[in-house]
């Protein structure tokens, strides 16, 4: 069977497409996983936000127009064991205040390491896992479509014959 290039260059531009959401999702298992360690592994305190930073974050358009977006840095402190601590949340939002309370839950043999009490980031982290079943499979549909993948369907019915 002969292939064209404008079919090898689809695959290609698809597998590196596939790659990425693999890549994307890896990034989210990732973080699902720190959290889920957190979560058993962590001590659980409640931190205070001490400053929200304000900043602009430029972004461009597709007619290369630059414009800023408001971004928000919030900085918490808390005690372990008489010893203060600062970390920057990883996530923020504008209605964050100083003085607010932010539940977190730290590492107890390393209190500097934290992870935020976000039920939210966890749900959203699970996508994780789909995003690699969907790129995997995806990946494989591709190369099996190209002739590098055995296919199991055919090579069952001649063992079977």
């Known amino acids: 069977m002969k292939k064209n290039n404008s079919s090898i260059s689809m695959v290609i531009i698809a597998i590196i497409f596939i790659l990425f959401f693999i890549f994307v999702g890896y990034i989210c298992l990732s973080n699902?996983?720190?959290?889920?360690?957190?979560?058993?592994?962590?001590?659980?305190?409640?931190?205070?936000?001490?400053?929200?930073?304000?900043?602009?974050?430029?972004?461009?358009?597709?007619?290369?127009?630059?414009?800023?977006?408001?971004?928000?840095?919030?900085?918490?402190?808390?005690?372990?064991?008489?010893?203060?601590?600062?970390?920057?949340?990883?996530?923020?939002?504008?209605?964050?205040?100083?003085?607010?309370?932010?539940?977190?839950?730290?590492?107890?043999?390393?209190?500097?390491?934290?992870?935020?009490?976000?039920?939210?980031?966890?749900?959203?982290n699970l996508l994780g896992i789909c995003i690699i079943a969907i790129g995997c499979t995806a990946l494989w549909k591709v190369l099996n479509f190209m002739g590098y993948m055995p296919d199991v369907k055919k090579k069952k019915n001649l063992e079977e014959k």
């Open 32 to 124: 699902l996983l720190r959290q889920v360690w957190f979560v058993i592994n962590g001590t659980e305190t409640v931190a205070t936000v001490s400053f929200v930073e304000e900043t602009y974050i430029k972004t461009s358009d597709a007619e290369d127009e630059c414009d800023e977006v408001l971004a928000y840095k919030v900085f918490i402190e808390y005690t372990v064991d008489g010893k203060d601590y600062v970390g920057k949340l990883p996530t923020s939002s504008a209605h964050m205040q100083k003085g607010d309370k932010v539940a977190i839950y730290y590492n107890p043999k390393s209190p500097g390491d934290f992870s935020t009490k976000s039920v939210f980031w966890m749900i959203a």
